[in-house]
């Protein structure tokens, strides 16, 4: 069974032994990822992120998501990361996160979800799970992140 909970302090060092594991990782992603956990955790005052977890029974890590409100949009919500253990095999997890996320945005009236990813294989989980939870693919930004690496988009309308 998981479970979806808010991330404690104590957390913060298993996502971050999570992400050594990932390949997909590179250092400024980490870096980011970390921020804007630590602003979660560390900063009372914060409004821009919030940070939840999946756990198993035995109270490991299977995953963790970070969204927000867009600071530039009313209504308008920012899934920054959506992310599995590599040693969870099926989406299970993701749909889980994802669907704590739009039940949370749903109470706060959010109107639109959006969520920016990488082209690269190592994402494809992810791409599947939005696509599965009626995400739409708004735009394509070619080469963003290097050379064959794009930018992809996707979002979500909640009907009011």
Known sequence: MVKIREIKARDR???YELMQQEEKF???EREAILHRIDLFLFDADQRLYRVIVAEDNLKQLLGYA???PDPQAVGTYQVYHLI???FVKNGEVL???L???ENDLLKKKGRIIVSEI???FQYKNQFETYLKHDYHLSSVINNFYSAGEDKLILSK???Q
């Open 99 to 101: 669907e704590y996320i």
């Open 26 to 28: 590179k250092p400024v």
């Open 84 to 86: 599995h253990s590599p």
């Open 118 to 120: 990488s082209s690269s």
């Open 13 to 15: 060092g298993n996502i």
């Open 95 to 97: 749909v889980q996160l």
């Open 66 to 68: 970070v969204y927000g």
């Open 157 to 159: 309308s909640f009907s």
